[in-house]
């Protein structure tokens, strides 16, 4: 099984930065895209940033010019580095991925447990 765990987040100011990250480990033979998503109280979780394993990254309009998204394919794990911190950018995070396991070369998308950010005006 492949496993995502998440760490990096907290409390932040207005204005400031926090970077998270995101390691998978398991039976893993080849992770196609990481992506982080977030989940604010009472609305549903939405895409923060995608990358695929050559590099290709998607944002929402949300957090363009202000998050990046970046990978170590031979750490498997993911990074989202956030500045210019907003108080609507509070949220859980969480990481996700998909590629095939190592021993069936069978399809896995997993997420994290997922961290708080929490952005104090």
């Known amino acids: 099984q492949v496993q995502l765990v998440e760490s990096g987040g907290g409390l932040v100011q207005a204005g400031g930065s926090l970077r998270l990250s995101c390691a998978a480990s398991g039976s893993i033979f080849t992770i196609n895209a990481m992506g982080w998503y977030r989940q604010a109280p009472g609305k549903q979780r939405e895409l923060v940033a995608t990358?695929?394993?050559?590099?290709?990254?998607n944002y929402a309009a949300s957090v363009k010019g202000r998050f990046t998204i970046s990978r170590d394919n031979a750490q498997n794990t993911a990074y989202l580095q956030m500045n210019s911190l907003k108080p609507e950018d509070t949220a859980v995070y969480y990481c996700?991925?998909?590629?095939?396991?190592?021993?069936?070369?069978?399809?896995?998308?997993?997420w994290g447990q997922g961290t708080q950010v929490t952005v104090s005006s």
């Open positions: 990358i695929t394993s050559g590099g290709s990254t």
């Open positions: 996700n991925a998909n590629g095939r396991e190592a021993t069936r070369r069978a399809f896995f998308n997993v």
